[in-house]
């Protein structure tokens, strides 16, 4: 794989970055990007500034990689963030922003990409979601139904783009050792009404050592980067690669009736 080429987005942290490196070290040529070019300078791999909300960022970077290689073989649609809080305490615009990133990002990154794999006749496109893209909990129903879009539009793509040899992959991992958790707070902190009436709720957020970095649960970022660069090599990708523990025991509580799950929320705002 050695001559393939690879663009990754929101490589300054965690995910992203474990990811460049991963495929760097495996002999690809990587486009790694991210809003601000100073986070990735230190990157062993060519670097771009790409914000995801904007179109104009996404088709130079898309055509600087065909101008300067001829091909893309896989796109990683890593950037994104949880914007979490009761529902009636989010503003429209940040449930905006959240779609912007995590749906309307990827989007954008894959009707720019597509037609040079459609010409080729194959490459993947890599959707990092989340063990949240299919099981939601009081608080998560932002980035829950952002990353459920993302998981839907890569069922819808992956039957779409099968004719054309280009594979859709989805990535779900549970907690990872990250900075998620702080710009999960960040985002609590900042325009959030934070109503008195769910005080238990902002509590239980608080407290959940679920999504701290130093969580025993957690998984290294490369975990998951060795997933997505795997995935990306073989010739006939899972639709769904669940990363740690944490999420293949929560993506089993999807067979649970509704009632028992919500019987559990309640136990849990109860202790709260």
Excluded at 201 to 206: E, N, P
Aim: charged share 25%; with cysteine; net charge negative.
């Amino acid at each position: 794989m050695a001559e393939e080429t690879v663009l990754i987005t929101g490589c300054s942290s965690g995910i992203g970055r474990a990811t460049a490196g991963r495929f760097a070290t495996e002999g690809w040529t990587v486009y790694a990007t991210a809003r601000d070019e100073d986070d990735i300078a230190d990157l062993d791999c060519r670097t771009d500034t790409l914000d995801v909300t904007s179109g104009s960022d996404i088709d130079r970077v898309v055509d600087r990689v065909i101008e300067e290689e001829g091909s893309l073989g896989c796109l990683v649609n890593n950037a994104g963030y949880g914007q979490y809080g009761p529902l009636e305490d989010i503003p429209a615009d940040k449930l905006h922003r959240q779609f912007d990133v995590n749906v309307y990002g990827p989007h954008r990154l894959v009707r720019s990409a597509l037609p040079h794999m459609r010409e080729r006749g194959e490459g993947t496109i890599v959707n990092v979601s989340s063990v949240a893209g299919r099981v939601v909990t009081p608080g998560g129903g932002a980035y829950s139904a952002s990353k459920f879009a993302l998981e839907a539009m890569s069922d819808a793509l992956r039957n779409e783009l099968d004719p054309f040899g280009v594979d859709v992959v989805l990535v779900e991992p549970g907690p990872v050792e990250t900075g998620f958790g702080g710009r999960m707070e960040s985002e609590l902190d900042d325009g959030l009404e934070r109503r008195p009436a769910y005080e238990w709720l902002y509590d239980f957020i608080d407290d959940a050592s679920l999504f701290a970095p130093d969580s025993p649960l957690a998984v290294p970022p490369e975990d998951v980067a060795s997933v997505i660069h795997d995935a990306a090599c073989v010739s006939d990708p899972k639709a769904r690669y669940p990363v740690g523990r944490v999420s293949q025991y929560l993506l089993y509580t999807r067979f649970l009736p509704d009632s028992l799950r919500d019987a559990a929320y309640g136990l849990v705002r109860r202790l709260s």
